[in-house]
């Protein structure tokens, strides 16, 4: 089993930035990739980035347009997301996901095998 805990989410005021974090616990020998996903009130849940262990990186420029770095610190167990230009559109609760496999499309909700209980991000306009 693999433990994830999010933190960083709050109110942020729009065109403010954030530094969410994900630390997992347990064995995250089972955890190649690490993702982050938000969800909106009667939206779908939304892949926006994630990363190995060995730091090669997905984005979904798409959903976030340039304004998201992920990273990470092996040492502390530790992903890390900052969004920057906030808007009150990325309000969502942010939820960081850990898959076994360490190949395929990382933007797939489903095959992501552990999940955090999310943090709440509001952005005030």
């Known amino acids: 089993q693999v433990q994830l805990v999010e933190s960083g989410g709050g109110l942020v005021q729009a065109g403010g930035s954030l530094r969410l974090s994900c630390v997992a616990s347990?064995?995250?020998?089972?955890?190649?990739?690490i993702g982050w996903f938000r969800q909106a009130p009667g939206r779908e849940r939304q892949f926006l980035a994630a990363i190995t262990w060995q730091g090669d990186q997905t984005i979904d420029q798409h959903s976030v347009k340039g304004r998201l770095t992920i990273s990470r610190d092996n040492a502390k167990n530790t992903v890390y997301l900052h969004l920057n230009s906030l808007t009150p559109e990325d309000t969502a609760v942010y939820y960081c996901?850990?898959?076994?496999?360490?190949?395929?499309?990382?933007?797939?909700?489903?095959?992501?095998?552990?999940w955090g209980r999310g943090t709440q991000v509001t952005v005030s306009s």
């Open positions: 996901a850990a898959r076994r496999r360490g190949s395929g499309n990382f933007a797939i909700a489903t095959d992501y095998d552990f």
């Open positions: 347990g064995r995250t020998s089972g955890s190649a990739v």
